[in-house]
Structures are given as C-alpha cells and as structure tokens.
C-alpha cells in the first residue's frame, strides 16, 4: 500500500503567533489520536508556510514527535539569482529554513501574471540552490512548457485544475488519475499530488488512485483537527 505525500499550502495566511498555536494544537491533537491508534502516518508531510514563519516554524518542528515528519516548504523564490533584488527573497536565503520550494500555483499564475518563463526560471534557481521543488500545473500546456525546460525533471508535481482549488468543488479524482498519468508518462521519475478542494471526506478517493502520490491540501490545512484527519483517512493502518 502506498504511503501518501501530504502537503499543506497556508498560501497568504497564519502570522507567527498564529502558525506554533496551529503547531501545538497539532501536536496535542497528534498525540491523543496517536495514543488511540487512530493515526498511524508514516509518509511525509510538508508544510508550505508563508516567508515570515519560516524561522519559528523551523525551530518549533524540533520539538515535535518525530513520528509526525514535517518538512519545511516555501511558497515562491526569487527569479533572479543575483542580488541586490529589493524586496524579494532568494533561494539562498531559503535554504537555510526549507527543504521544498512551491513554484507556479496557479493563483499566482492568475493573479501575479506569472508566466510559464518566470516558473521555469525559478525551477532552475531553486534546483540550482539544492531546494526540493513542487510544480504546481493546472493544464497541459503548462505542463509541456515544464517538460521543454526540464525533460529529466523528477521532483514533485502538483496538479491542481483551478476550477477546484478553494471552491468545494474537487475534480472526479478518475479524471485527476488520467491527467496525473499524462505527467507521469512524460515525467517519468515525477511523483504527482493532486490539489484542489481535498478535505477528509474525498482524500481517500482521490489518494487510492492508481497514478496519484498525493495530495496538496489548501482551506482544510489551515484548522489542525481538519488536517488530521485527513492525515488518519490515508494512514496505512
Ligand atoms: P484548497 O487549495 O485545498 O483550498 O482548494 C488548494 C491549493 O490551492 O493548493
């Protein structure tokens, strides 16, 4: 049985005090559903906060139970490898608090005019840099300018169709299998998450999909008791 990737994108939200109370409560809730046995998650969990919760997170995932196995992730990086760059955070600078970097979700392609170029030069940066990184795709178009860039790309894949993210409205997880075994078929070593309106209710659906690694998880991530139990609907036992 496979273990799911989970991965939970706070996008713009949670200032610090708000992430270590997000943290503890966990924590807490963790270690009375884990003394249940109702949780038994061995996968990776990546957590994908905002710049400015970085430090203190990283700090504070020290004291967490190391069964719980966080990973720090970032949600953008500068596009530019050279400095000075005001206003802007480099992958240098991020590798000191993060494993994974996000790269081109679809808001801030929508929204922040971030071209399929701009994504490629970031994947490079950070790749460059020794970061992990999350490709966020929503269409086949974008995934083909990703594969003309990075043919041997073997990182993670985020598939998100922007019709689903945020609206309640997740994809039939068979049509997310399909697309993810598109990607999968041009990225060979790739391992695919699908995103988009998962919650506790769809993510075992969604994660018994045959070409489907995992998952990146919005709105529900933001409420510790919802994140768990999404984590305890895929643990393996
Ligand atoms: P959602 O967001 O889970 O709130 O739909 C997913 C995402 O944008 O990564």
Same mark, same amino acid.
């Given at each position: ?14 200032? $610090? ?11 807490? /809730?963790? !270690? ?10 061995? %996968? ?12 203190? /997170? ?13 990973? /720090? ?10 400095? $000075? ?18 790269? %081109?979700?679809? *808001? ?5 005019? *971030?071209? $399929? ?14 970061? #992990? ?10 995934? #083909? ?20 993210? %945020? ?27 699908? %995103? ?7 993510? !075992? ?22 994140? /768990? ?9």
């Amino acid at each position: 049985m496979k273990t799911p990737i989970i991965l939970a994108n706070w996008k713009s939200f949670k200032n $610090p005090t708000e992430a270590i109370d997000w943290l503890e409560e966990t924590v807490i /809730l963790y !270690k009375i559903l884990h003394k249940k046995e109702f949780l038994n998650y061995q %996968g990776k969990i990546i957590l994908c906060a905002p710049f400015l919760d970085l430090p203190i /997170l990283r700090e504070e995932l020290k004291n967490a139970p190391p069964e719980l196995d966080f990973v /720090l992730g970032a949600q953008n990086l500068a596009a530019l490898d050279d400095k $000075p760059e005001t206003g802007e955070v480099t992958a240098q600078m991020l590798s000191n608090y993060v494993s994974y970097v996000l790269l %081109g979700h679809s *808001e801030r392609r929508q929204k922040l005019g *971030e071209t $399929p170029d701009l994504v490629n030069q970031k994947i490079k940066i950070a790749l460059d840099n020794g970061l #992990k990184t999350v490709v966020c795709l929503s269409n086949l178009e974008e995934l #083909k300018s990703v594969a003309e860039n990075f043919p041997n790309y073997d990182g993670l894949i985020l598939y998100e169709p922007p019709g689903a993210i %945020g609206s309640g409205q997740p994809e039939d997880p068979k049509d997310s299998n399909i697309m993810a075994g598109k990607i999968k078929n041009i990225f060979k070593k790739a391992q695919v998450l699908y %995103g988009g309106s998962v919650k506790r209710e769809n993510v !075992k659906d969604i994660i018994n999909q045959s070409n489907i690694d995992g998952v990146g998880v919005g709105g529900a991530s933001l409420i510790p008791s919802l994140f /768990l139990e999404i984590i305890k609907n895929v643990s393996t036992n």
